[in-house]
T-cell receptor, first 112, second 114 residues
């Protein structure tokens, strides 16, 4: 089946630890995105990538890093510099910009 | 700055009723796209409907339709014959031509009661 997968579903981070969230798509989409959702709020853009080996910062990139080595994959690393990482993280992809973005099931990140 | 406002934090209707969710937005751009996404308890964001700003005809998708008023910068979602499975958070969003970022509203929590 075509779609976007994210793993893990739940992730726990200890103080000072870097953690990586996985996002994979088999839709042959060129563009991929990472959003953060806090309780009672809409989504905010962290990073996006339009093509392999290229990515740009969104509105809230501080404390996060990404890579885009393959078209299908766009992992997000939450670094120790991100002081308030507890949130729901959603990955999305689109054929190109400004095509419709389709979302994965999300990863809930909690701090221990 | 581009903003999206959803003025109804929560709504509740009976099954089979029709409900309209409000959305207004602010932008100085002329070419953009508008979306309604649904987020059920599973929390996955699901596309409900999309509207291109250059199209005058309102988009329709089965029981879902929009009322797009470009001059008023209004983009409401009408759900006809509501079903229990329509219970979810609904987010209005827009995307400017040439930009990458979806700008989201705060959401409306819709509950369909049996």
């Amino acid at each position: 089946d075509g779609g976007i997968t994210q793993s893990p579903k739940y992730l726990f981070r200890k103080e000072g630890q870097n953690v990586t969230l996985s996002c994979e798509q088999n839709l042959n989409h060129d563009a991929m995105y990472w959003y953060r959702q806090d309780p009672g709020q809409g989504l905010r853009l962290i990073y996006y990538s339009q093509i392999v080996n290229d990515f740009q910062k969104g509105d809230i990139a501080e404390g996060y890093s990404v890579s885009r080595e393959k078209k299908e994959s766009f992992p997000l690393t939450v670094t120790s510099a991100q002081k308030n990482p507890t949130a729901f993280y959603l990955c999305a992809s689109s054929m190109s910009s400004p095509e419709t973005q389709y979302f994965g099931p999300g990863t809930r990140l909690l701090v221990l | 700055a581009q903003t999206v406002t959803q003025s109804q934090p929560e709504m509740s209707v009976q099954e089979a009723e029709t409900v309209t969710l409000s959305c207004t937005y602010d932008t100085s751009e002329n070419n953009y796209y508008l979306f309604w996404y649904k987020q059920p308890p599973s929390r996955q964001m699901i596309l409900v409907i999309r509207q291109e700003a250059y199209k005058q005809q309102n988009a329709t998708e089965n029981r879902f339709s929009v009322n797009f008023q470009k001059a008023a910068k209004s983009f409401s979602l009408k759900i006809s014959d509501s079903q229990l499975g329509d219970t979810a958070m609904y987010f209005c969003a827009f995307l400017i031509q040439g930009a990458q970022k979806l700008v989201f509203g705060q959401g409306t929590r819709l509950t369909i009661n049996p």
